[in-house]
Protein backbone atom coordinates (compact mmCIF):
# COMPACT_ATOMS: atom_id res chain seq x y z
CA UNK A 1 0.00 0.00 0.00
CA UNK A 2 2.98 2.59 0.78
CA UNK A 3 4.09 1.84 -2.69
CA UNK A 4 0.75 3.02 -3.95
CA UNK A 5 0.59 5.89 -2.25
CA UNK A 6 4.01 7.12 -3.09
CA UNK A 7 3.32 6.31 -6.64
CA UNK A 8 0.61 8.08 -6.71
CA UNK A 9 1.16 10.74 -4.11
CA UNK A 10 4.28 11.67 -6.19
CA UNK A 11 3.64 10.68 -9.82
CA UNK A 12 6.72 7.88 -9.75
CA UNK A 13 6.25 4.81 -11.58
CA UNK A 14 5.31 2.04 -9.01
CA UNK A 15 8.61 -0.06 -9.52
CA UNK A 16 10.61 2.74 -8.53
CA UNK A 17 8.54 3.10 -5.04
CA UNK A 18 9.53 -0.82 -3.87
CA UNK A 19 12.97 -1.12 -1.51
CA UNK A 20 14.93 -4.03 -2.39
CA UNK A 21 13.42 -6.43 0.19
CA UNK A 22 9.76 -5.55 -0.54
CA UNK A 23 8.37 -8.73 -0.21
CA UNK A 24 6.67 -10.62 -3.53
CA UNK A 25 3.11 -10.33 -1.76
CA UNK A 26 3.27 -6.36 -1.66
CA UNK A 27 4.53 -6.45 -5.26
CA UNK A 28 2.02 -8.40 -6.82
CA UNK A 29 -0.64 -6.83 -4.90
CA UNK A 30 0.84 -3.17 -5.74
CA UNK A 31 0.99 -4.61 -9.66
CA UNK A 32 -2.66 -6.09 -9.55
CA UNK A 33 -4.20 -2.38 -7.94
CA UNK A 34 -1.95 -0.88 -10.95
CA UNK A 35 -3.65 -3.27 -13.79
CA UNK A 36 -6.97 -2.71 -12.52
CA UNK A 37 -6.44 1.10 -11.56
CA UNK A 38 -9.14 2.22 -14.03
CA UNK A 39 -11.85 0.14 -13.17
CA UNK A 40 -10.88 0.36 -9.22
CA UNK A 41 -11.56 4.21 -9.35
CA UNK A 42 -14.73 3.81 -11.73
CA UNK A 43 -15.79 2.05 -8.83
CA UNK A 44 -14.78 4.45 -6.23
CA UNK A 45 -15.56 7.30 -8.49
CA UNK A 46 -19.33 5.67 -8.68
CA UNK A 47 -19.77 5.02 -5.02
CA UNK A 48 -18.09 8.01 -3.02
CA UNK A 49 -21.47 9.87 -2.79
CA UNK A 50 -20.42 13.78 -2.52
CA UNK A 51 -16.33 12.67 -3.15
CA UNK A 52 -14.54 13.00 -6.29
CA UNK A 53 -11.72 11.14 -6.36
CA UNK A 54 -9.19 13.90 -6.41
CA UNK A 55 -10.51 14.75 -3.31
CA UNK A 56 -10.33 11.83 -1.64
CA UNK A 57 -6.90 11.82 -0.05
CA UNK A 58 -3.94 9.69 -1.46
CA UNK A 59 -3.62 7.44 1.57
CA UNK A 60 -7.44 6.78 1.45
CA UNK A 61 -7.36 6.29 -2.64
CA UNK A 62 -4.28 3.66 -2.00
CA UNK A 63 -6.68 1.69 0.79
CA UNK A 64 -9.41 1.74 -1.23
CA UNK A 65 -7.95 0.50 -4.27
CA UNK A 66 -6.26 -2.57 -2.52
CA UNK A 67 -9.39 -3.55 -0.32
CA UNK A 68 -11.36 -3.35 -3.61
CA UNK A 69 -8.87 -5.52 -5.95
CA UNK A 70 -8.77 -8.35 -2.82
CA UNK A 71 -12.41 -8.38 -3.30
CA UNK A 72 -13.05 -7.72 -7.09
CA UNK A 73 -10.06 -10.42 -8.12
CA UNK A 74 -8.93 -12.43 -4.87
CA UNK A 75 -8.30 -15.59 -7.35
CA UNK A 76 -4.99 -12.53 -8.98
CA UNK A 77 -3.24 -12.63 -5.64
CA UNK A 78 -0.93 -14.81 -3.26
CA UNK A 79 -2.99 -16.63 -0.34
CA UNK A 80 -2.23 -13.12 2.03
CA UNK A 81 -4.18 -10.55 2.79
CA UNK A 82 -4.29 -7.27 3.36
CA UNK A 83 -7.34 -5.78 4.61
CA UNK A 84 -6.83 -6.01 8.20
CA UNK A 85 -3.90 -4.09 8.34
CA UNK A 86 -5.00 -1.88 6.03
CA UNK A 87 -7.94 -0.84 8.45
CA UNK A 88 -5.62 -0.78 11.34
CA UNK A 89 -3.56 2.17 8.76
CA UNK A 90 -6.41 4.16 8.35
CA UNK A 91 -7.52 4.98 11.65
CA UNK A 92 -3.64 5.77 12.08
CA UNK A 93 -3.24 7.96 9.28
CA UNK A 94 -5.91 8.88 8.17
CA UNK A 95 -6.39 12.76 6.88
CA UNK A 96 -8.48 14.52 9.49
CA UNK A 97 -11.81 15.50 6.58
CA UNK A 98 -11.77 11.38 6.14
CA UNK A 99 -13.94 11.26 8.98
CA UNK A 100 -16.94 12.38 6.71
CA UNK A 101 -15.72 10.13 3.97
CA UNK A 102 -17.14 7.33 2.62
CA UNK A 103 -15.93 4.00 4.98
CA UNK A 104 -15.54 0.36 4.20
CA UNK A 105 -18.83 -0.10 6.19
CA UNK A 106 -20.56 2.20 4.05
CA UNK A 107 -21.69 5.79 3.71
CA UNK A 108 -25.37 6.45 5.61
CA UNK A 109 -26.73 5.37 2.06
CA UNK A 110 -24.78 1.79 2.45
CA UNK A 111 -23.32 2.81 -1.34
CA UNK A 112 -19.81 0.66 -0.29
CA UNK A 113 -21.86 -2.17 0.74
CA UNK A 114 -23.84 -2.26 -2.86
CA UNK A 115 -20.64 -1.41 -4.44
CA UNK A 116 -18.88 -4.69 -3.74
CA UNK A 117 -22.36 -6.71 -3.85
CA UNK A 118 -22.47 -5.44 -7.56
CA UNK A 119 -19.17 -5.71 -8.23
Not at 39 to 46: F, G, N, S
Not at 112 to 119: I, T
Request: glycine share 6%; aromatic share 6%.
Amino acid sequence: MWALYQSDLLAKPLEDTFSGDTHAFTRALAQRVREHQAELDDLIRAYASGWSLERIAPLERSILRVGLVELLHPEELPGEHAIPPEARSTRRWRSPSASAAPTHRGSSTGSWERCCASA
